[in-house]
Nanobody, 124 residues
Framework: QVQLVESGGGLVQAGGSLRLSCAASGRSFSRSAMGWFRQAPGKEREFVACISWSSGRTPYADSVKGRFTISRDNAKNTVYLQMNSLKPEDTAVYYC?????????????????WGQGTQVTVSS
């Protein structure tokens, strides 16, 4: 059974940093694109960043570009999201997603597996 488990969320002050992790199990995702999405209260789930299987492509949402960094460790079947200079508007539940293909983009429908999410709250 495939599972994606996010961790690393929490409460942080504006300007602070958090590092999210997403550990995958049940199959290898070393040849799969993986991504991060987020959903704030009352809003739709939105794309944050994704990474191709080889880490050669890492597109970001404009709202996080220059502040967030996505990376992966295929040996550990894990993807990370380093979040710096956090803002109150970054407050959301952050979801990890994995695709069956090596390259995916910013559309929700491109991903086949989803984690349960981890809460990130940024106070002003």
């Amino acid at each position: 059974q495939v599972q994606l488990v996010e961790s690393g969320g929490g409460l942080v002050q504006a300007g602070g940093s958090l590092r999210l992790s997403c550990a995958a199990s049940g199959r290898s995702f070393s040849r799969s694109a993986m991504g991060w999405f987020r959903q704030a209260p009352g809003k739709e789930r939105e794309f944050v960043a994704c990474i191709s299987w080889s880490s050669g492509r890492t597109p970001y949402a404009d709202s996080v570009k220059g502040r967030f960094t996505i990376s992966r460790d295929n040996a550990k079947n894990t993807v990370y999201l380093q979040m710096n200079s956090l803002k109150p508007e970054d407050t959301a539940v952050y979801y990890c997603a994995a695709s069956r293909t090596g390259y995916s983009g910013s559309y929700y429908s491109e991903y086949d597996y989803w984690g349960q999410g981890t809460q990130v709250t940024v106070s002003s």
